[in-house]
C-alpha cells in the first residue's frame, strides 16, 4: 500500500524541501518513490533538473484541469524515482481553488483513484499554512515537520498541529496523522539548538525523529553542483542523517 506523507511547516527556511529531495532519493535506493512539488518557488522541480517556467504539465495542472491524470503530469527521473513538478503557475492556483470554487481534495482524489506504482509519495508543501498546503495536507496520510532548531521551533509545529487537527476533523481527511517532528540544522555545539531540542521534545515525547539533520555546509553546498547532498557528499553528516531518516521511515 502506497504510503503519502505531506512535509510542512508554517515557517520557509526549515528545510522542507532538502528534506523531500533528499529522503526521496534515500528512499528511493529501496523502495519505489513519487515526489510532488506543490511550492510556487518549485525549488524542488528545479533542484531536479525541470525549468518552472517551462513545463507543459505540472501540479498545476493536476489542480485545475478536469481530466488531467497523473500519468500525463508525471515525469520519471531514474529507477523508482519520479516527480510531478511544480511551475510558477501555483501561484495563481492558490487564488484560482477559492475563488473559482475548485475542489481542494481534488490532489487526493487523483491520488487515491490511480493505482500508483509507488511504495512512497512526498509532497513538498510551500512556506506558511496556506491553500497549497491544505491541499497537501488532505491527500496526505501522514506529516512529516522540520523544524530548524531555534526559538521560533515550537511555534511551526503548534501551527502545524492545529491545521492537522482542522483537516482530520472538519475537511474530510480523518485518518491523517503526525508521522514526526525533524530537527534540522541542530548544531551540537551550541546551546540553543540542545534546548529547543529538549523543548521539542518534552512537546512531543512519542514524534521526533531519532534522525537530527545537522548544521553541515554540505547540505547547503549541494544546491550549487545541481545534486542532492546524499549525491554530492554521502558520507557527510547531513547525508548521513538523511539515509537515517529513510531508515526510520521504511521502519514504520
Do not use: W
Not at 507543459?56 to 481530466?67: A, K, P, T, V
Amino acid at each position: 500500500m502506497t504510503q503519502i506523507y505531506a512535509v510542512a511547516n508554517q515557517k520557509g527556511g526549515v528545510g522542507k524541501t532538502t528534506t523531500t529531495l533528499n529522503l526521496g532519493l534515500s528512499l528511493a535506493a529501496q523502495k519505489r518513490v513519487l515526489l510532488i512539488d506543490l511550492d510556487p518557488q518549485a525549488t524542488l522541480t528545479t533542484a531536479l533538473g525541470f525549468d518552472p517556467y517551462r513545463l507543459e504539465r505540472s501540479s498545476y495542472s493536476l489542480l485545475m484541469f478536469d481530466g488531467m491524470t497523473l500519468a500525463r503530469a508525471l515525469k520519471p527521473l531514474r529507477a523508482n524515482l519520479a516527480l510531478i513538478p511544480g511551475s510558477v503557475d501555483l501561484q495563481a492556483a492558490s487564488i484560482k481553488l477559492v475563488q473559482e470554487h475548485h475542489p481542494l481534495e481534488r490532489l487526493r482524489e487523483v491520488l487515491r483513484a490511480t493505482r500508483l506504482p509507488f511504495d512512497y509519495v512526498l509532497i513538498d508543501t510551500p512556506p506558511g499554512l496556506n491553500v497549497l498546503t491544505v491541499v497537501g495536507l488532505l491527500a496526505a496520510d501522514q506529516v512529516i515537520v522540520p523544524a530548524q532548531c531555534n526559538h521560533m521551533a515550537i511555534q511551526g509545529i503548534r501551527a502545524v498541529q492545529d491545521v492537522t487537527r482542522r483537516i482530520r476533523e472538519n475537511m474530510g481527511n480523518p485518518d491523517l496523522r503526525l508521522r514526526g517532528v525533524l530537527p534540522t540544522f541542530y548544531d551540537p555545539n551550541a546551546v540553543y539548538s540542545q534546548t529547543v531540542l529538549e523543548e521539542i521534545r518534552a512537546l512531543l515525547p512519542a514524534q521526533v525523529f531519532k534522525s537530527l539533520i545537522p548544521y553541515d555546509v554540505h547540505v547547503a553546498d549541494a544546491p550549487h553542483t545541481g545534486k542532492a547532498v546524499v549525491e554530492y557528499a554521502p558520507q557527510s553528516p547531513g547525508a548521513l542523517a538523511y539515509h537515517g531518516l529513510a531508515e526510520e521511515i521504511l521502519g514504520g
